[in-house]
Each structure stands twice: as structure tokens, then as C-alpha cells.
């Protein structure tokens, strides 16, 4: 093995000096002459004697001209950035001396885009940051507009077998109470679709507490009295149970059944001999939905709900058990309708933008650690007016000085100050029985004040429940919180969420009092997105996102809007062209 050492001298001070080091690379002597200028790049590492030394570095010599901005490349191994960029710089030299481009020229113009020949060589080699931004939009707009166009081709119609017939003024009799006139609109809406004779895809968004589970009840209830079966898919137990008891006062036990983890034996065969032999039925459930032993025989409308703790194949699974059944999906995350036309442009999209009458809106407070004596008393003082409160914490327990999490909350802090009060604890790690014995009692208000994880996060419904504490603040996203917040104010009382916080960034400061400044799920959404990005609020296995690129350009919805608009201009030339 052939070594060379060279030592260098900083341009800016000739004290600094620099050991470079090479391996076999016999042009060393004669490239690296002595007074000679050169850009060194590479790892480098201090020495003993306050000297500094780099192995194998990229050089540059600077009496030649430099690019100022180099491309660095995913790496594999045996092919380093700079060798990809080298074969790039050749490859580029073989296209033509014009690249033809993707788009009209139309669309280039309105929406002032960088040109697909400009784009291809300046994403490589830019001359300036201007250059490197336009062709990063062009390439983030065009795989946008491809991404929306592809979901919408997936859009197909089917005729459906299961022709649902209109029994929603029997069913509006059953209720106790009056809809609202948003989500009687949004009811006709899918009852329309599923009366129509083609399969229905309809995602429905509400906020938390607007009504959703009633709309879903009711497709349910048509499908049920028009002689088929329906399967229910929510992501948790308590959530399962809580839908299964209220569609049994509705319905009645010979209807409904019920399949999660925790289901006996006997009642699971019961269950899934009825749904083979197609006897109608309202089956509800967790991920066992989706089992191998379950078969249907008339699923003719599958519902998901708050569909972004499924993934896309859980979904389809599940739909894949009938033949071309009715689809809805509901989510209680709100969805900027530009975004959702990206996301789910192969569904019809609608929303229940009115919250039920008589609802206060939740008052929220942000409070550091030092008024915990004065949210306990307030607390105190809810209970003691015959309500009932939550607290979440963001851990079950991690250490022994851990005060904030959940098995720690009884034993440190609550055993003295809500000593004489009815309290319990329920978290993730629980067993199933456990959980839904806690959520019974606490519905029944047997329990005053429920300590808890974010298990009670999804779907909870006490109306009796007005405060609601959530510890460590800081630790949750905005839509977290948001959710979290909507377990109170069901009722027709004055409800409170108080967010309370340890530490807070500046960043987290931000969040935080975003939430307590509003409760519209629609803005506090956006605003998430725009801190944390549609990577945290829409994971890749739940949308299939395959490009960073498509994560970057959600969060700019005007390049959102853009791309929708140049996709219907687009549409509109073929149109005339064919006339």
C-alpha cells in the first residue's frame, strides 16, 4: 500500500495546520504541488498537538472554477455521492439540446413553473438558490398533480347488488332527540347513494362531537331493515363496546353483536355462524374484523370509523369480505378540503359542520405546574356538583419519580387530595375486561374522576363529564390535544380542558396556546400541519405516500389548490379538443 502525507496551512491563518492522508493514489505528488490553493472536504479529526488530520478527502484545486452548490446523492455501497454526480454530469450531455416538456405550456405560463428541461439540469447543478427552489416546485407541483391524478383514476363506479332501501323516518323516530340539520343533509346524502343502485364511497368528517356515530347508526339501520349485514370497524375496545351498547338500545341484542379480542368463544361462533348463513345483523368490532374465520354472506356496507388509525389495507381487507359493498369512513380529524381531495379524491366528501344544540363551547386554560393546588380544588369543586372529570397522562410509568404518570397519580399525588373521592385508573396495558368494567362504571358515574392515558382519546362519550386535566402538555401534538379535549362538553353543561405544562419551548408555547385560543378542529388541523407536517398527522402506511416530495407539497395548500385547478384546465383543453 502506497501512503501520502501532505501538510497544509489554513489560507486565513498559517499556524492551523492540516495532515491530509492518501491511499494509494499515485497523482498525489504531482497534483498537490507546494503553494498551491485547494478546497479540502472530508472528516476532520484534532490531533494531540492542537494540529488537525483528514483521511481520503475530496480536493479541489482552486485555481480552477468551482461550482458553488454540489448535489449530494442517496448512497449505496461502492457508489459514493461523487461518483453518481459525475456519471450525472455525464448522462447529461447525452439528452437533447431541448428536453420535451410534461406539461402544456398553458399551464407552465399560468402557474409560473420552471420549465422540465430547465428543472432536469438545474436540480443537478444549480448556478443559484433561486435555481435549486423553482426546480424543487416543479418537480413537488408536477408529482403532486400526478399523485391526484392517479387517486381519482381509482375512482370507479360499481353497481351494487345490495340496493338499500329509505327507512330513515322510522329510524329518526326512534331517537330521543332532534339532528341537527347538518347531519340530516349528510344522512340524505349517503342514503341517496346507497338507494342509487351503485356502491357508495363516502368519507364523512366532523368534528369531535358533532354527530357522526348517529349518521353512521342510521346507514346501519337501512341496511339492517333491507335484509342485509353491516360491519362497524373502530380502533379500539372501549370505542366498541360504547358503539355496541348504544345500537342495542336502538336495536335490540338479536340484531347487534359485538367481536373483539375479549369476546367469548361461544359468543364468537354464535356471531360468525349468523354472519355466514347472511343473516342480517350489525356486527361491530376492533381489528378482528378483518380475521380469516370471518365471512359474510350480505355485507352490504362496511364503516370505518376515525379511519387514520387504519391502515389502507385494513380498510380494503375488510370491504374485501362482501362483493363491491357500501364504504364509509368517518374521521374526527379535520381535513382541509383541499387536502382531502388529495387523500381520498377516490371518495365523495362531505362534512358535519354543525355541532348538536345546546353544546357550550369547551373554555380552555394553559397553567404551569405551580397552579396544580388550584386546578385540584377546581376539580374538587366540579365533583362535588355532581359531575365527573378525566386526567391524562402521557405514560402508564416509567420511573419511580415519574409523579405524572398514570400508576403513580393514585399512590403520590391524588391520595391525600381526592382521598374521600371515587377514583379509578385505566391504561393501555390493562386487559380488555378491566378496561370496559372502568368505562361501565365511569358512564354510570360510579366513578368521579378517571385517570387515564390517551386510551380515552377516541370516541368516549359521558355528557356528565365537564374537566377534563391533561398533564405534560407539552408532550401532545395539536390534534392530540384537540381530541383529548372533546371527551367533555357532550353534555349541555359548561365544560373545561386545562392544559397543563411542565417545560415549553417556544415551538410548544405556540401549540399550546393555539389550542386554548380555539376549538375549530378545521384550523387547529392546518395550523398542525403546518408545524409538524402531513407525515405526523397522515402516516405513509395508513396514504401510501411513496415520495417526500408529496409530503412537502400537502403542506402547502395553495400549491394543493393550484394542482387541482391546472389537472381541471387540463381536462377542460381535452374536452374542447374532442368537441
Known amino acids: 500500500m502506497r501512503i501520502y502525507k501532505v501538510q497544509c496551512f489554513d489560507v486565513n491563518d498559517c499556524h492551523s495546520i492540516l495532515y491530509v492522508t492518501f491511499f494509494n493514489n499515485i497523482v498525489i505528488p504531482e497534483m498537490m504541488k507546494k503553494g498551491e490553493r485547494f478546497l479540502i472536504m472530508g472528516d476532520i479529526k484534532p490531533r494531540s498537538d492542537s494540529s488537525y488530520e483528514v483521511v481520503c478527502p475530496r480536493i479541489k484545486n482552486l485555481k480552477f472554477k468551482i461550482q458553488k452548490f454540489e448535489p449530494i446523492y442517496s448512497q449505496v455501497k461502492g457508489l459514493s455521492s461523487y461518483t453518481i454526480s459525475k456519471y450525472v454530469s455525464e448522462a447529461l450531455k447525452l439528452l437533447p439540446e431541448k428536453i420535451k416538456d410534461t406539461l402544456p405550456e398553458t399551464i407552465i405560463n399560468k402557474f409560473d413553473l420552471a420549465s422540465l428541461d430547465f428543472t432536469i439540469r438545474k436540480i443537478h447543478f444549480p448556478d443559484s438558490e433561486d435555481d435549486i427552489r423553482r426546480a424543487q416546485h416543479r418537480l413537488n407541483f408536477e408529482e403532486l398533480m400526478t399523485w391526484i391524478v392517479s387517486v381519482k383514476k381509482m375512482k370507479k363506479e360499481h353497481e351494487s347488488k345490495f340496493l338499500v332501501k329509505d327507512f330513515s323516518d322510522d329510524f329518526l323516530k326512534k331517537l330521543d332527540f332532534e339532528l341537527t340539520n347538518s347531519q340530516k343533509k349528510v344522512m340524505g346524502l349517503c342514503i341517496r347513494d346507497m338507494c342509487s343502485g351503485k356502491s357508495m364511497m363516502r368519507l364523512i368528517q366532523g368534528d369531535v362531537g358533532s354527530g357522526k356515530t348517529v349518521v353512521a347508526m342510521s346507514l346501519a339501520y337501512n341496511t339492517l331493515k333491507s335484509g342485509y349485514q353491516t360491519a362497524i370497524m373502530v380502533p379500539t375496545e372501549i370505542l366498541a363496546i360504547q358503539h355496541y351498547e348504544n345500537f342495542l338500545d336502538l336495536l335490540g341484542s338479536s340484531n347487534v353483536g359485538l367481536l373483539t379480542g375479549s369476546t367469548s368463544k361461544e359468543k364468537r361462533r354464535r356471531i360468525i355462524s349468523e354472519l355466514k348463513r347472511g343473516i342480517p345483523k350489525i356486527v361491530i368490532g376492533t381489528h378482528s374484523l378483518i380475521s380469516e374465520d370471518i365471512i359474510f354472506k350480505n355485507l352490504a356496507l362496511v364503516i370505518t370509523d376515525e379511519q387514520h388509525r387504519f391502515g389502507v389495507s385494513q380498510r380494503q381487507k375488510l370491504a374485501s369480505k362482501g362483493e363491491y359493498p357500501h364504504n364509509l369512513i368517518m374521521s374526527a380529524t379535520p381535513i382541509p378540503r383541499s387536502l382531502a381531495m388529495v387523500l381520498y379524491g377516490n371518495?365523495?366528501?362531505?362534512?358535519?359542520?354543525?355541532?348538536?344544540?345546546?353544546?357550550?363551547?369547551?373554555?380552555?386554560?394553559?397553567?404551569?405546574?405551580?397552579?396544580?393546588?388550584?386546578?385540584?380544588?377546581?376539580?374538587?369543586k366540579q365533583i362535588d356538583s355532581g359531575h365527573q372529570a378525566y386526567i391524562v397522562c402521557?405514560?402508564?410509568?416509567?420511573?419511580?419519580?415519574?409523579?405524572?404518570?398514570?400508576?403513580?397519580?393514585?399512590?403520590?399525588?391524588l391520595k391525600n387530595t381526592f382521598k374521600s373521592y371515587r377514583v379509578s385508573t385505566i391504561h393501555g396495558k390493562m386487559k380488555p375486561a378491566e378496561k370496559e368494567e372502568i368505562m361501565k362504571k365511569f358512564a354510570e358515574n360510579k366513578i368521579s374522576l378517571l385517570i387515564s392515558?390517551?386510551?380515552?382519546?377516541?370516541?368516549?362519550?359521558?355528557?356528565?363529564?365537564?374537566?377534563?386535566?391533561?398533564?405534560?402538555?407539552?408532550?401532545f401534538g395539536i390534534a392530540t390535544l384537540h381530541q383529548m379535549r372533546g371527551r367533555v362538553g357532550r353534555g349541555n353543561e359548561q365544560s373545561y380542558c386545562i392544559l397543563m405544562y411542565q417545560n415549553l419551548s417556544s415551538k410548544t408555547k405556540e401549540r399550546i396556546e393555539t389550542l386554548s385560543k380555539s376549538n375549530d378542529g378545521l384550523m387547529l388541523s392546518a395550523k398542525d400541519m403546518i408545524m409538524r407536517g402531513p407525515g405526523q398527522s397522515f402516516e405513509k402506511k395508513q396514504h401510501g405516500f411513496e415520495?417526500?416530495?408529496?409530503?412537502?407539497?400537502?403542506?402547502?395548500?395553495?400549491?394543493v389548490a393550484q394542482c387541482i385547478s391546472a389537472i381541471e384546465l387540463i381536462q377542460n383543453q381535452k374536452i374542447n379538443e374532442n368537441k
Do not use: H, W
Open 547 to 559: 415520495s417526500s416530495r408529496i409530503e412537502t407539497a400537502l403542506m402547502d395548500q395553495e400549491m
Open 347 to 380: 371518495m365523495d366528501f362531505c362534512t358535519i359542520d354543525e355541532m348538536p344544540s345546546g353544546r357550550k363551547k369547551i373554555k380552555t386554560f394553559t397553567v404551569d405546574d405551580s397552579m396544580r393546588n388550584r386546578v385540584f380544588k377546581f376539580i374538587k
Open 394 to 413: 402521557s405514560k402508564v410509568k416509567e420511573n419511580e419519580k415519574d409523579d405524572a404518570a398514570v400508576e403513580c397519580y393514585e399512590e403520590k399525588i
Open 453 to 475: 392515558t390517551t386510551v380515552i382519546e377516541v370516541g368516549v362519550n359521558v355528557p356528565n363529564a365537564t374537566v377534563i386535566l391533561i398533564e405534560n402538555a407539552e408532550k
